[in-house]
């Protein structure tokens, strides 16, 4: 690939042990034919994962497997030559899109080398301690996967790794291309009770010596979240939040506590905790969105709309990895089905229309352009016999019997006000 007149690699970094060879198959299928290269940790020692290697031509190397994610994935990263783009994955990972993977690279990297692409990132996580077996959510988050490597660097900690800047730069997020995460309810499980054991030693011996690191507190957090352990998680969250951290990190810090309240059912808490983070970042969209999210949630439309509108006064910091749709798609979704219950119906179809734009499918906006419509239709027709006042029993009962067949979150409609308040209803 040439980028500015010159040759660039670019290599795929995985670490393998004893995989599922279907699955790290999969993996290997999904990028092998749109890269230079790819560099392989191998710390298992079963044979189909071998001939794996062999049939793709991987680069790999053996090594010993410590219980650390973060050091196997700094082993590949520094057997990778300066000057080339890598994208990291896990064994279990499939990518999608490698056949725009060169020419996306090219476009990015061609203005800035300090850039980084995060890709969209589906992935599973435990929901409640009680049965997680039974209870995994499907969720994504925005990691940035591919970077020049001269321009980063790959720091280690207890638990996890860190892709980190060496100047600075901004991060382009890619729609297009995704990473899927292959991974079993069980597998997961096996591998979120592991993390949690690793992070929960290190938190209890920083603590013990009194010296707790920020670093370690939330990963904590995040490792009791992961089990389900969402009351523990919030306790850790607000330790956090009482520590040496910058205004940024308590700022997604109250994010993560509002989405939790908000998967309890706990709204109040849930407002607060967005109130806390605008107050951060008052200049930044996520904290007006957590506030829509939960007045949504517990059906207060009208200053939903309120909060939901204002977060498309600000745009989201190109620093960090975010998820696109969360700032057009997902809000103008919640807009369409809170006006539709304001009784602000052509606002309603508007929104729903934007979000088909991107997601032709979604039956549920399909759903409310044609319930709104249906609903405009009968309240011009109401408005027909109010302008020409023909006010006689006939007509006054033809009135009554289109008003009762309107949905209730019609009556706030001007129109609806006004004939009720006129005749006494």
């Known amino acids: 690939m ?49 001939a794996l290697l062999k049939e793709f031509k991987c680069n790999y190397f053996k090594t010993e497997w410590t219980g650390k994610f973060a050091e196997k994935r700094k082993e590949v990263w520094d057997k990778s030559p300066d000057g080339s783009i890598i994208l990291w994955l896990d064994s279990d990972d499939v990518f999608i899109g490698g056949d725009m993977l060169q020419q996306i690279c090219s476009e990015v990297f061609a203005h800035k080398e300090t850039a980084g692409i995060a890709l969209e990132y589906y992935y599973a996580r435990a929901h409640e301690k009680d049965n997680p077996a039974e209870d995994i959510i499907y969720t994504d988050q925005w990691r940035e996967r591919i970077v020049w490597k001269d321009s980063w660097q790959w720091i280690e900690y207890d638990l996890h790794e ?21 991974c079993p309810p069980e597998k997961f499980l096996a591998s979120q009770q592991r993390n949690y054991k690793i992070i929960a030693r290190v938190y209890e011996l920083e603590k013990t010596s009194n010296a707790l690191r920020p670093k370690t507190v939330w990963d904590y957090a995040r490792a009791l979240e992961g089990i389900g352990e969402k009351e523990k998680a919030l306790i ?59 007045l949504f949630k517990e059906k207060s439309y009208k200053p939903a709309c309120v909060f939901l509108e204002m977060s498309f006064n600000y745009k989201p910091s190109k620093e960090v990895p975010i998820n696109p749709t969360r700032y057009d798609v997902i809000p103008m979704k919640l807009l369409a089905i809170c006006y539709m219950m304001s009784g602000k119906m052509e606002k309603a179809i508007k929104c729903a229309e934007f979000v088909l734009t991107k997601t032709p499918e979604d039956t549920r906006m399909k759903d409310v352009i044609s319930h709104a419509g249906k609903t405009i239709k009968q309240i011009s027709m109401i408005d027909f016999i109010l302008d020409l006042k023909l006010l006689i029993e006939n007509n006054r009962a033809k009135v009554k019997h289109l008003i009762k067949a309107l949905p209730d979150w019609a009556f706030d409609h001007p129109t609806i006000k006004k004939w009720k308040e006129t005749h006494k209803w």
């Open 236 to 294: 850790a969250y607000k330790t956090f939040l009482k520590m040496d951290i910058n205004e940024r990190e308590k700022f997604v810090t109250c994010g993560v506590m509002s989405e939790i309240h908000l998967r309890m059912g706990r709204f109040e808490d849930a407002k607060y905790a967005a109130i806390d983070q605008i107050t951060c970042a008052p200049a930044q969209p996520d904290g007006y969105l957590n506030m829509g999210f939960a």
């Open 162 to 182: 860190s892709l980190e800047r060496i100047k600075p730069g901004e991060c382009y997020t890619i729609s297009d291309m995704k990473v899927d995460h292959l």
């Open 2 to 50: 040439k980028i500015n007149g010159k040759e660039v690699k670019l290599i795929v970094n995985i670490i393998v042990g004893n995989e599922d060879p279907v699955i790290f198959r999969k993996c290997l299928q999904s990028i092998a034919y749109f890269v230079d290269e790819i560099i392989v940790g191998y710390n298992g020692n079963t044979p189909e994962i071998e």
